[in-house]
């Protein structure tokens, strides 16, 4: 019988449900990294699989490991030169609904505010509705949605904007004709074209040395006055320092952030996300990294990885490779 | 020259406008409700048209009118038999897209909750996102939405539910096939079958005798343990006691209610909008008769106004025709 080691708790938590969802013979076992690592090793040594997102050089030798599939979509802290001989690494996504969801949202949030209207109505204030003339609201309808980065995420976000009747634009690593949704899409270098056309910016590009720092204080300077930026990617795309001065300065509008320059560690639990104060800006949407984390997302994850797991005890091609032969491969895994 | 009289504030702050807007020949003459009557009279008396939704016998007798556009979808303010003999009565639609930009903000405030995610992380807390593993949020992807009332609200919705993957059914007063975006549409008979399949209920049908109180306690009940209800189309159509007492009680699990058992007048401007404190339930989300009120509503009305009196002054067919003969008319407005 095979074996697969699911290794920490975030991992080990979904055994039971793993076990329930393969359909080929395996043996699903779990280890934490609180425990000792001489049991780790053991189970590491008969395990024909893993699932964790991260390898390196301090895990043992000589393992016969032929698959590492990550639990998630990042797999920047496996290091392709620590995999054993012929390992192959897969990763999943699956959240690419959950974040278009949070992504209308965010703009529904920032066009209606139902949140606010519905803060102030509870203390007794009609304003903004039909009762009390004055305070209006806006809408989506006719505006023009620019994404940055159009893989699955941005794919996801089109459907709905078009929907909504948004004019859809798009900038993307490799050219290509506009796909279904999208009414023009330019590479990259298109970008400083699109952002004064926006009037919602997203960035759904993946983090790399060319997007790094990309949407910076020029570009955001390209963007309208009243436009409304979000992020759903990875924060260090756009310039932290530039992004918190657009924002107090009113170089662009609002902003909804759901990934950032600092995260939680055991010695900082409740460490502020930014060293700019971006809690004190009331034109800021701001979110925990909580775009994708849904109850369905956690449910589609594992039944893929359990899908991918019987295609490799039945020999079939795996999907979403994304580590072969010690290399990264491009093209296997779609962008965003 | 033809004659068009704006009467009340609202309307007599779009005079410009709608000289802006008219392509024929007009005198745009406003009038206040504060104004001695024999000015509203006298210009009245000369009114061609007449953009208001009220008319009573307490207006002049032997008007020459012809015309009367509301600027307004509601017209139950119009006394049929009050209007001078051969008069039409014209209203406007033009909010759907606003409320249903409105129902998906509410349904998505529901299952992501932006705005709780905000507020609590701007003080420090990373739960709700992957950084601090705990509270996950749902998705409207896979969920079912049942439509009361499939006019053009209804169709706006159904079309915006359908890009996110929900599953849409409807009911209507008039047997016709299911349209585009709906599953599954029955007639008005079919409610009680269609309350137990449904996690959002939506509530998008005029009030009549016949919906008047139609969802009511026995109908809550049907409803899932789960399950979301919005109204948007008019607070009296859902018994106000069954409704609190079953948000109260954990019939359903949450509603957004944007119509309202009670309106503010001079006497009390801040009125709460109902006998019962929903303002102390936090699974409410109450807003003050706001979902159609933007920007963008109100320019649209005016440019279906103007076209409107255009028609008019060439002869042509007037559109959205709701009062002819002295009888509302019946098939030639739609539902919703």
Not at 163 to 191: H, I, K, Q, S, Y
Not at 252 to 262: Q, S
Not at 268 to 276: C, G, I, Y
Not at 288 to 314: G, K, M, Q, Y
Request: glycine share 8%; hydrophobic share 45%.
């Amino acid at each position: 019988m095979r074996h697969v080691l699911l290794l920490n708790a975030y991992s080990a938590n979904h055994a039971e449900r793993l076990r329930g969802l393969l359909t080929t013979e395996w043996e699903v076992a779990t280890a934490l990294e609180t425990e000792p690592t001489s049991r780790r090793d053991e189970e590491l040594a008969r395990a024909d699989a893993l699932v964790h997102s991260r390898f390196s050089d301090a895990m043992p030798q000589g393992l016969k490991l032929a698959l590492i599939q990550t639990p998630t979509a990042g797999f920047d802290r496996i290091d392709p030169a620590a995999l054993p001989k012929g390992c192959l690494v897969c990763n999943v996504h699956e959240h690419e609904v959950a974040i278009a969801e949070y992504v209308l949202a965010a703009m529904l949030q920032w066009v209606i505010g139902i949140a606010d209207l519905d803060r102030r109505f509870r203390g007794g204030d009609w304003r903004g509705g039909v009762a009390r003339l004055g305070h209006m609201h806006g809408e989506l309808g006719g505006r023009t949605l620019g994404i940055i980065g159009h893989g699955r995420i941005g794919s996801e976000v089109a459907r709905r904007a078009k929907a909504f009747g948004m004019r859809v634009l798009g900038v993307t690593r490799r050219p290509r004709a506009a796909p279904e949704n999208v009414d023009r899409l330019a590479t990259l270098d298109g970008l400083d074209a699109l952002l004064p056309q926006c009037d919602v910016v997203l960035v759904a590009c993946p983090l790399t040395p060319a997007t790094r720092g990309m949407v910076d204080a020029r570009r955001l300077a390209l963007m309208k006055r009243g436009a409304f930026l979000i992020n759903v990617a990875r924060a260090a795309i756009i310039d932290e320092e530039a992004l918190f001065v657009a924002l107090k300065d009113g170089v662009i509008a609002g902003a909804a952030l759901d990934v950032w320059y600092a995260y939680p560690s055991p010695e900082e639990p409740e460490v502020r996300p930014s060293r700019f104060p971006f809690h004190t800006l009331d034109t800021v949407i701001m979110t925990p990294h909580a775009s994708a984390w849904t109850h369905e997302l956690i449910e589609r994850r594992w039944r893929f990885i359990a899908a991918n797991l019987d295609r490799f005890a039945r020999g079939e091609a795996l999907l979403n490779v994304v580590i072969r032969d010690g290399r990264i491969v491009e093209g296997e895994s779609a962008e965003g």
